[in-house]
């Protein structure tokens, strides 16, 4: 084997472990025109027990408002500590494995299965029990996805939004790889029957209309590889022996003459 047939097996290895098509990195990958697309609605959680919530009545009286709301929370809020996890749980209301929230002056409210919104209503009814001007807020503070394999930045994500797009998760686990296998990925959904698998294409528009669009409290996703991952991370050390076998070569075909 001569010298320039070797340069030219370990110039298109290098050339093809570097490659990727365009259309393997896009998104949403069908033509779409410049149209208004109507996305599903939004599901509605309902809390389970595990939840953490946070849960302030607020008042014109501050006074009055610290006897019907955890001081600790307020304090976390005003340091700039909301966005801490471990505050969150320190100072959020848990929901117990019987269904139940315990809060200041209202006492034990069973909330197991209701809604962000149902669940406000109820806090703020019993709220009204006691105070004209009471108003409550209710939020979700455990709206966590976990999201692995080909991302940047995999691990469990917390979304402080009402609700969370699959695109909006992909962000916050810092993009997929430019190894993601775009086309197959896994999507893991908890639901009362037990594990759902849901299977996703990033770039078939079908997407936007898909149950898959909006993700729930507790969704997995795996982004797997694509098949030339294991070649191209390979690819460098291919390269490498086939220099030492040309160099060898060479050095062979020098002394033998």
């Known amino acids: 084997m001569s010298k320039r047939y070797l340069i030219l097996i370990v110039a298109a290895i290098g050339l093809l472990s570097s490659c990727n098509k365009r259309a393997q990195l896009l998104y949403i990958n069908n033509n779409i025109s410049n149209e208004n697309i109507k996305t599903p609605s939004i599901p509605q959680y309902t809390l389970k027990a595990g939840d953490v919530l946070y849960i302030q009545i607020i008042t014109q009286d501050p006074i009055v408002s610290n006897l019907f709301n955890n001081r600790g929370m307020g304090s976390a809020i005003q340091s700039s500590l909301f966005m801490s996890e471990s505050t969150n749980y320190l100072y959020g209301y848990s929901v117990s494995d019987s269904g139940f929230v315990q809060l200041p002056v209202l ?14 209503d109820l806090i703020q009814s019993q709220t009204e029990k006691y105070l004209k001007d009471g108003i409550a807020v209710v939020k979700l503070l455990s709206y966590k996805v976990t999201i692995l394999g080909e991302v940047r930045s995999p691990g469990v994500k917390t979304n402080l939004k009402d609700n969370l797009t699959i695109f909006e998760a992909l962000g916050l686990a810092g993009d997929l790889t430019d190894f993601a296998q775009r086309t197959n990925v896994l999507l893991l959904r908890q639901t009362p029957g037990g ?4 299977r996703v294409n990033l770039q078939d528009k079908n997407l936007l209309f898909s149950e898959a669009y909006y993700l729930v409290p507790n969704d997995i996703l795996v982004v797997e590889p694509r098949k ?30």
């Open 107 to 120: 006492g034990k409210l069973k909330i197991a299965e209701f809604t962000i919104n149902q669940c406000r």
């Open 195 to 198: 594990i759902k698998t849901i």
């Open 228 to 257: 030339g991952k294991l070649f191209s991370m390979n690819a460098p050390n291919i390269a490498i022996s086939l220099s030492i076998v040309s160099t060898t070569l060479l050095l062979l075909s020098y002394i033998l003459k």
